[in-house]
C-alpha cells in the first residue's frame, strides 16, 4: 500500500495543474459587440473583450488572442440558428420559430447546442454568450440551467442575456449576462445581483433607438446605470455592425478612442 500512494498523489497533482481554469469576465473589462460587422469592422476593435458570432470564431479567435484579447462567441439557443440545423434536419432552414421547449425539438435542441459549444471549444473561444432565454417559464428556466451546466462541463464559461426578473435565479448558474435596452423598461437594477457577485454584466444601448452620450437621453442612462458596477457601450444600431463606444457608467464619459463624430454621441 505504501508504493501505491505516492503514485496516487503525484497522479492527481499533474492532472490538476493540466486542467486549465475556465475564464471569467469580471465587472470593469472594456467590451465591443460586433454580431453583425464585416471583418474589416472586427479587426478594429481594441477592447479588452469582443464578442462574435460562432460562425466567425474560427478566423477571428486567433487574431484577437495573439493581441492578449479575450473572445466571447455568440450563438442561440434556437434550434434553426444556423447551419448545423440544416445538417441535422437535412432540409432548408425555413423557420425562424423559436419554440426550442417544445418536447418534440428538445432532443434535437440539446444535441445542436451542444455541438456548437464544442465548436466554440475548438475554436478556442473564452466564453459563450446564448441566446433566447427572454421568457423563462418552468420548463424553460430548468433547460437554461443545462444550458450552464453542460456549458461548464465542457470547460468554458457562459453568459445569459435579457433576463431581467429571472435574473436572481439564473445568476447561480451563469458566469456573465449580456443586457440590452434595460434603460427603456427601468430594468438595469434587476442585473445587479451579477455584479454583486464579481461577474461582468455588458450592457448595450443603441443610437438608433435615440440614445446619445448628452441631455436628457444621458441623464436617463446614469440614473439607470450609476453605482452598479457594469460595463456600459453604446452602439451605433442593433445591427451589431460598428464597433461601440464605451463610457463611464456614473459619468458618460467615453473610455478609449471613438472614431465616431459628435453627431453621433452627443
Known sequence: MKFYLPIILIATVLFATNVEAIWEPAPGLTWDYLLGAEKNVIKASDKNIVTIDLIEAEEFVPYFHNRGQRVICYFSTNIYYSADYKKAKGGSNSSVDQAFEKSKEKLKSETLIKSRMKKAMKYKCDAIEVDCFKNVEKESYEFAKWVAKTAHSIGISVGIKDVAKNSIK?????????????????????????????????????????????????????????????????????????????????????????????????
Open 170 to 266: 439564473l445568476e447561480p448558474y451563469f458566469d456573465f449576462v449580456v443586457v440590452e435596452n434595460c434603460a427603456d423598461f427601468n430594468e438595469c437594477y434587476h442585473y445587479t445581483c451579477f455584479t454583486r457577485h464579481d461577474k461582468a454584466v455588458f450592457v448595450v444601448h443603441y443610437g438608433n433607438r435615440g440614445y446619445s452620450l448628452s441631455g436628457s437621453s444621458l441623464s436617463k442612462l446614469i440614473k439607470e446605470q450609476k453605482g452598479r458596477n457594469f460595463t456600459c457601450v453604446l452602439c451605433p444600431n442593433q445591427f451589431l455592425n460598428n464597433n461601440c463606444v464605451n463610457y463611464d457608467c456614473n459619468t458618460g464619459a467615453v473610455i478609449g478612442k471613438s472614431k465616431y463624430t459628435k453627431n453621433f454621441l452627443y
